[in-house]
Each structure stands twice: as C-alpha cells, then as structure tokens.
C-alpha cells in the first residue's frame, strides 16, 4: 500500500482473506451524520467478520479516482464508495478491474460489478416531518438541505409529506446550502440559514445536510428558545407541549417568560447527543430526533455478502420495510416523544410498509 492510503482498521487474524478499501465524500469519515455512520457499519462488518478494512479521504471529488483505483490495483475484495461524488470514480475503476466487487453507497452505477445500495429517504423523512409537524409551538418548521440536488429534494418531499398529515395548516420552509458538494462541508452556511428560519418562526429545524448540519445544531442550542416578542408577524404560539419537561439551569436564566424551546433534527445517525447542554439526558435536550438513514447498515451489507459469497451487482433499495430506515428514540429524547405519538408513527410505519400509504419522492 502507498503511505497516502491509511490502515484504519485491523480485526481478525493475519490470514484473513478478505480485504476491504472505504473512499469517503467530502467531509471525511470524522464527518458524525453519513460518512461517520457508514464507516462505522464497515467497521462493525471488519470487527465481526474478521475483514480487514482500509479507507481513503479524499481531498475533493477529483482524487477519488486514483483512490479507488489504487485500491484495485492491489486486488482488494472489495472497495466502497460512500455518497454520489465517488460514483464517477468507482465506475470507472469498476468498468477497467471488472473482476473486482465494488459497492456503492448513496448513489447508482451502471457497471454490472458494483452494487448499488440506495435508499428510500422519503420514508424516513416522512416520519420525522410526522413528529415535527405533531410538535411544532409555532406551525412554522424549516428544513436544511445541503446540495440543491434530486437525492436531498426526497428528503425535503418526505419530510412535507410528514408536516403535512400531521399539521394540514403548518408551514415548512426549506432552503439549501449550495449548489456543489461543498455544500455539505459548510457548517457557517447552515448556521446562518437556521437564523434566518427562526426569524420566519421555525422552532424546529431539519438539517439533511451531512456535515454541514453541525452548523443548524449549534445555532439551535446556542439559540435555546423562541420568545413571543420576538416572533413574526402572523405567527404565534399554538401549543406548549414540552412544559412538564425539565430544564437545565441555563434554558431556566436565559429564556423565562412566554417562550418555547427550539429544537433540530438530525440525519443519517442517531445523532441526539448533541442537541445536550448539561450531559443529563434527564433535561431538555435540543434534538427533538434524527432520521436514521442506516448507510451503516448498507456498508455491513455490503461486506458480509462479499464474506458469505453471495454478493451481487445492482440496485439494492433500503426502506422501512428492509430495516434501511427509522426515526432515533433514546434516553436524550423519550421525554420529548410521548407514548401516544410512538404509537402513531408505529401506525404509519405499517401502513408505508403495507403499501396503505405511498409516500412521494419528487416535487
């Protein structure tokens, strides 16, 4: 291996025959929504395989290329590529090294050797867009996208879907970072968009937009709450369903009087943690949820069917019914989701399963 290609991962015994190489997007594996999430699908799949695991970062786009091609030419079993700006790069290496078994993770390539793990993102997003519109104080959320692009319009899609059945009269309003797959890498971007959200009187706010969010989840816990005064015209407080919950020292100080918490919510991975101030899960916490877009789950898939010899190119779609999706539920958020809406969003994971509810996936 080139000094520039890490190992990242060494698990099983020195024998092992399988050999996996990971090229992220932008924002690398230390990105904690969809290249952080993947990798740590493929590296559960090393541990519990007994697989050995490498990964590149690359700078931008354009180095994916000799990356992955790298990664073939030292006859790896596998090679991932992780998110669509690695689709270029892992086709062509795939249509050149065509005995070699690829996986693509968040995007579609047409060589016969690469599977292709896309998912059903309006299926999740609809259930998160479900809480928010049930939650909303305000009936005004936003939503965050990162690049302006097809595959992040069906997470905006499914998450108005969601809004919509839960609040018929609630309005989303939604905007984008950039137009380039920087705009998943611009956090300063995302944080002045969730301003400008807040000011038309969002209070909860999702961000779809890989590390870029980061920007959307500080700007909300920094922010804490909305306060009447400050709310715009035609807006107003419409239900306080977060009173009973317990709040920390500094929300108590900083937001008395008639005000409502602010909240954000996530994607890819759970990633509620982060909406805590005072590390006690007991509090009021700042995620009201995430959307779990499982690419961890498409990565151990990918790994396991190339260990197990049952690995086939192609299309591979992941939804609620195969377990690719789902909405975060943990100790930072249960006092914030009550009983009686777990049990209608169980209701309406059935009825997407079932084929009862179809769930758009273009404007």
Not at 93 to 111: G, N
Not at 196 to 225: H, W
Not at 253 to 279: E, K, V
Request: hydrophobic residues 40%.
């Amino acid at each position: 291996m080139k000094p520039w290609i890490a190992l990242l991962v060494l698990c099983g015994l020195a024998s092992a025959q399988v050999r996996v190489g990971m090229a992220f997007d932008t924002g690398g594996k230390n990105d904690p929504t969809f290249n952080g999430v993947a990798y740590a699908g493929a590296q559960r799949a090393a541990q519990q395989l007994k697989a050995l695991l490498y990964d590149f970062e690359p700078g931008d786009p354009s180095q994916v290329l000799p990356g992955v091609r790298k990664f073939a030419e030292e006859g790896f079993d596998l090679i991932i590529g992780v998110g669509f700006a690695t689709e270029p790069g892992i086709t062509a290496t795939a249509k050149e090294f065509k005995d070699t078994k690829f996986a693509l993770i968040d995007s579609v390539s047409e060589a016969p050797n690469v599977q292709s793990l896309v998912f059903r993102e309006n299926e999740g997003t609809f259930l998160v867009g479900y809480i928010a519109g049930r939650l909303t104080q305000t009936g005004v959320v936003g939503f965050v996208g990162g690049m302006d692009i097809p595959l992040i319009h069906k997470f905006e899609v499914g998450y108005r879907e969601g809004v919509k059945k839960a609040c018929p009269t609630c309005r989303v309003i939604a905007n984008y970072v950039g137009n380039t797959p920087a705009a998943f890498n611009d956090p300063a971007k995302a944080k002045e968009i969730a301003g400008l959200q807040k000011a038309q009187g969002a209070d909860i706010i999702y961000a779809a937009a890989g590390a870029s969010g980061l920007g959307v989840f500080n700007y909300v816990k920094e922010t804490r709450c909305l306060k009447a005064g400050d709310l715009p015209r035609g807006v107003r407080f419409i239900r306080d369903p977060f009173r009973t919950v317990p709040k920390y020292a500094a929300y108590a100080q900083a937001c008395a009087g008639n005000t409502r918490p602010m909240f954000f919510i996530g994607g890819d991975g759970n990633l509620n943690f982060l909406g805590d101030t005072d590390s006690n899960p007991q509090t009021l916490n700042h995620a009201l949820t995430c959307m779990l877009k499982k690419v961890d789950v498409a990565a151990f898939r990918a790994v396991e069917a190339v260990v197990k010899g049952t690995f086939k190119g192609g299309i591979v779609s992941l939804g609620l019914k195969e377990g690719g999706l789902d909405f975060a539920l943990d100790p930072f958020n249960q006092a914030l989701i009550p009983d009686a809406l777990r049990r209608e969003l169980e209701a309406l994971k059935k009825a997407v399963i079932s084929g009862q509810i179809k769930v758009p996936d273009t404007r």
